[in-house]
């Protein structure tokens, strides 16, 4: 009994390693929502890992009190209508809290309105050019300009993008950020939203390999705090 235990126990332990160890391979994301994603996963991964453990234990519970090397004889009862009611509601409900966290957690991540800045992103051949709207007035910067190359966003807000392409699929992807990219179409307009909460600069490249350009195609955040952002927007 001793040893079934202890293999038990060192199955169980190591199992859990390479959970505990997920979270800390992903990369840090500068973002308050991907961390809130990841809490959501991780949450969810917890609760079917306690479901299983309860049906497993009972599973064997059963197998162990009710084998017939004990003589046992078999209990003759009726149904219950309320254990089976409420083994039928406990999943239900179960699936119903856990589509309102899912739900709340897409809301949040697909506000348009809470936008505090708009950025139309145009994806070429040459590189990709933006276009701003800041309190109702939109502007783009010259081309050649550090701001045509460079995505200058404020550092802590939420930044509504607009996708289009002229040329071939591309893959607009920055690493740090919160999300996995998005594919630009030509004629094609997508949208998504992204928000750094640390100034810096943020780094991506273009994912589908489409020639030896465009595959190395490169593109680049940069979040300022809000004094500095407020002053290139005047300039």
């Known amino acids: 009994m001793n040893k079934a235990r202890d293999r038990l126990w060192t199955f169980f ?3 859990a390693w ?42 064997f519970y059963s197998f162990y009190h009710h084998r017939q090397l004990r003589d046992g004889s078999a209990t003759a009862f009726d149904e219950n209508a309320a254990m089976e009611s409420l083994w039928a509601l406990i ?39 933006y276009g701003y709207v800041v309190d109702g007035v939109t502007f783009a910067p010259e081309d050649g300009s550090v701001a045509g190359q460079v995505m200058i966003i404020p550092a802590g807000r939420k930044v509504w993008l607009s996708f289009s ?22 004629e094609v307009s997508h949208e998504s939203w992204l928000r750094a909460d640390k100034p810096g600069i943020y780094r991506g490249q273009c994912s589908p390999a489409n020639g030896t350009v465009d595959g190395i195609k490169s593109f680049v955040v940069d979040a ?9 927007v005047k300039t």
Not at 92 to 97: K, N, R, V
Not at 177 to 182: E, F, H, K, P, Q
Not at 224 to 232: S, V
């Open 13 to 15: 332990t190591s199992a």
């Open 18 to 59: 390479p959970v505990a160890g997920i979270a800390a391979d992903g990369p840090q994301e500068m973002s308050r929502v991907s961390p809130d994603r990841v809490d959501l996963h991780f949450f969810m991964l917890w609760i079917c890992l306690a479901i299983g453990l309860v049906v497993f234990a009972l599973m």
């Open 91 to 129: 999943p239900f409900a179960i699936l119903i809290g856990t589509a309102m966290l899912a739900v709340r957690q897409m809301m949040s991540t697909g506000d348009q309105l809470a936008a505090d800045v708009s950025v139309t992103v145009t994806v070429d051949q040459c590189g990709g050019g």
């Open 165 to 186: 392409a002229s040329a071939v699929s591309h893959m607009w992807s920055v690493s740090g950020l919160d999300w996995g990219g998005v594919n630009t179409v030509a």
């Open 224 to 232: 300022r705090i809000e004094n500095e952002y407020a002053q290139w």
